[in-house]
């Protein structure tokens, strides 16, 4: 089975700019959830999705935003980039959330 | 609210020894699961472990074990036989419940862990 796949793997952006990542879950897998990793803060979870609604939020602003597909497929957004969001974006699936995650290898993203 | 924490932010093993890396976690929640996963250099998280709060017995998978004391709310990992592969970052994580908490986890703030020939 494949695992989790992430793309852009690599990204560098300006300052104002938007950004939008994606995210495949294994297959059969429902629920997916974004985390941001940086240096200072660790690994912070953003929001996750299932079936296609958002069931939880981390305390990230309005700027990061996320949707999910009929497919599980997954995107979050990134408006009006900082040069703090310069991070690693780590998606995580699982088939109801509540049991193991299992990630992807993540986009790092620089704003420059 | 949940926290983790992991007091060790460095540790050194020898080849083929054994390392305990450190972990004391806080919650309210009376049902809950705790986690392990390694992040090599690259940045993708492994899943190693996993302990449910009601589980009696400490999990096992491999050369990984997890040492659980509930009353003492610590998760410790343990890694029999460290093998230069070993060396990564290890995060321990949280994740509550009830099923309303979904697929959030919460994580420690890591430790490096560096295995010497």
């Known amino acids: 089975k494949a695992g989790v796949t992430q793309t852009p793997r690599y990204l560098i952006k300006t300052r104002g700019q938007q950004v939008t990542l994606s995210c495949s879950p294994i297959?059969?897998?429902?629920?997916v959830s974004w985390y941001q990793q940086t240096p200072g803060q660790g690994l912070q979870f953003l929001f996750e999705y299932f079936s296609e609604t958002q069931r939880n939020k981390g305390n990230f602003p309005g700027r990061f935003s996320g949707r999910q597909f009929s497919n599980s497929r997954s995107e979050m957004n990134v408006s009006t980039l900082e040069l703090g969001d310069s991070a690693l974006y780590l998606c995580?699936?699982?088939?109801?959330?509540?049991?193991?995650?299992?990630f992807g290898p993540g986009t790092r993203l620089l704003v420059l | 609210a949940q926290k983790i924490t992991q007091t060790q932010p460095g540790m050194f093993v020898q080849e083929k020894e054994a390392v305990t890396l450190d972990c004391t976690y806080d919650t309210s929640d009376q049902s809950y699961g705790l986690f392990w996963y390694k992040q090599p250099s690259s940045g993708e998280m492994i899943f190693l472990i996993y302990q449910g709060s009601y589980d009696e017995q400490n999990a096992t998978e491999g050369r990984y074990s997890l040492n659980f004391q509930k009353a003492r709310k610590s998760a410790n990992l343990v890694i029999s036989a460290s093998q230069l592969g070993d060396s990564a970052m290890y995060f321990c994580?949280?994740?509550?419940?009830?099923?309303?908490?979904?697929?959030?986890?919460?994580f420690g703030q890591g430790t490096e862990l560096s295995v010497k020939p």
């Open positions: 297959s059969g897998h429902r629920s």
């Open positions: 995580a699936s699982s088939f109801w959330g509540t049991e193991t995650q299992y």
């Open positions: 994580a949280m994740r509550g419940r009830p099923y309303n908490q979904g697929g959030k986890l919460i």
